[in-house]
Nanobody, 120 residues
Framework: QVQLVESGGGLVQAGGSLRLSCAAS????????MGWFRQAPGKEREFVAR????????YYADSVKGRFTISRDGAKKTVYLQMNSLKPEDTAVYYC?????????????WGQGTQVTVSV
């Protein structure tokens, strides 16, 4: 079993920055790649970024490429999402995810989500 706890969400003005954190725990957590998804009101949950604990990956959705950076601290078992140049359309609940196969769309574990609101 893997537990994921997000933090760092909040309200920010357009153009601002936020850093989300995801603390991962569980005996098998190192077996999974980690990622971030988001879900805006009335929309489907969408992929944002993913990374492996070894540091390889760093794949991003086109909508955030160049503005968001995913990273991880293996010792702390924590994954980060640095979000810069935020836009109102980035407003969503952001979810941390653990997957043994992101490429097939499978997510094995989800966090509870953290709200990010970007004002104009």
């Amino acid at each position: 079993q893997v537990q994921l706890v997000e933090s760092g969400g909040g309200l920010v003005q357009a153009g601002g920055s936020l850093r989300l954190s995801c603390a991962a725990s569980g005996r098998t957590v190192s077996s999974y790649a980690m990622g971030w998804f988001r879900q805006a009101p009335g929309k489907e949950r969408e992929f944002v970024a993913r990374i492996t604990w070894s540091g390889s990956g760093g794949y991003y959705a086109d909508s955030v490429k160049g503005r968001f950076t995913i990273s991880r601290d293996g010792a702390k078992k924590t994954v980060y999402l640095q979000m810069n140049s935020l836009k109102p359309e980035d407003t969503a609940v952001y979810y941390c995810a653990a997957s043994d196969s992101f490429t097939t769309g499978r997510v094995n574990y989800w966090g509870q989500g953290t709200q990010v609101t970007v004002s104009v």
